[in-house]
């Protein structure tokens, strides 16, 4: 094998859950620096955050063309499976800088994620839901039925408000029943050190159906304030778990430490802005984004460092 292939080989599938922390951090970026009028360094920020993902994506289409058994092995795993959630996702996210470079023809991209996520609900379901079983049951599954609400926080690039609020009110109904399923498995069956990681993924559900909420909808000042809060008591949760979780020895679980906090930064911003504007909350709440921005984004150049560290192990060995 060449480097190329060897990379290619050696790429584990659950790096796309950082490939989207990625793109994630880099269209909240603008956002956030647009509040504190520094454009220019959001900008900065959010094309390098653009081509790392990018650059990422492609790794991983080149890997399901020349190692597709990988690919399909994958599909009979529930870890795995529901981890592939990030990568349809990841095409809804890169779809906002797709539309930034060629304009309206982007919805078709980000169409393509949507429909990719909806195939990978089905495909799910009927693998695993058929005969279900608790000890298949991870954190990670949120990834699945609740990711799709990713569509709700990117629609209103595209004018697609209604296929966003259809994506989210999946999402939310979804959650109802796997929250307490998922509740049940982790206290009555503890997950395995490779997979503990995966506990952080509870900080992303609230989050993300808060910043859809407030990108596909006329938002409630009263729901807004209800779901932050109640973001704010999981996010101390997993807070409590992360410097345990951060000491298990790396592999490729490290990116569920960058997603579920990109999108709870997301969930942060948007959440308190729009109660700074309706009077609810003081401009000084946005010091509690941006605490929770740089959080994300230090774990997110952290993992991406520890990845770097193990493919080049793997690669020039």
């Not at 956002?31 to 994506?57: I, K, M, N, Y």
């Not at 539309?99 to 169409?111: D, K, N």
Request: with cysteine; aromatic share 14%.
């Amino acid at each position: 094998m060449n480097l190329l292939q060897k990379l290619l080989y050696n790429l584990p599938l659950p790096i796309s859950g950082l490939m989207l922390a990625i793109a994630s951090l880099g269209i909240l970026f603008p956002q956030f620096f647009q509040v504190f009028s520094r454009p220019e360094a959001g900008f900065v920020l959010h094309v390098l955050c653009g081509v790392f993902a990018a650059v990422l994506w492609i790794l991983l289409v080149l890997k399901a063309v020349f190692f597709f058994p990988q690919i399909k092995a994958a599909g009979k795993n529930p870890v795995l499976a529901s981890v592939a959630g990030t990568f349809p996702m990841t095409i809804m996210a890169l779809a906002v800088y797709v539309f930034e470079l060629f304009g309206e023809g982007a919805v078709l991209f980000w169409y393509a994620g949507v429909i990719l996520h909806a195939a990978l609900i089905g495909y799910f379901s009927l693998r695993f839901l058929k005969h279900p079983r608790l000890s298949e049951v991870y954190p990670s599954w949120l990834v699945v039925y609740v990711g799709i609400v990713l569509a709700a926080i990117t629609a209103p690039y595209f004018d697609q408000i209604a296929v966003g609020q259809l994506c989210f009110w999946f999402g939310a109904a979804a959650l109802v029943p796997l929250l307490p399923a998922l509740l049940v498995r982790c206290t009555q069956m503890p997950l395995a050190d490779s997979v503990k990681p995966l506990f952080c993924i509870f900080a992303a559900p609230i989050s993300i159906l808060l910043a859809g909420y407030v990108q596909s909808f006329s938002a409630d000042t009263a729901l807004v304030f209800t779901l932050l809060a109640a973001e704010t008591v999981i996010l101390v949760l997993v807070l409590q778990k992360l410097p345990g979780l951060l000491r298990l020895p790396f592999c490729p679980g490290y990116s569920a430490f960058t997603f579920p906090f990109v999108v709870t930064a997301t969930a942060y911003l948007l959440g308190i802005e729009t109660l700074v504007e309706a009077g609810v909350l003081g401009i000084g709440w946005y010091a509690v984004s941006a605490a929770v921005l740089l959080l994300a984004a230090v774990l997110v150049v952290y993992v991406s460092l520890r990845y770097v560290q193990a493919l080049r192990k793997m690669v020039f060995s």
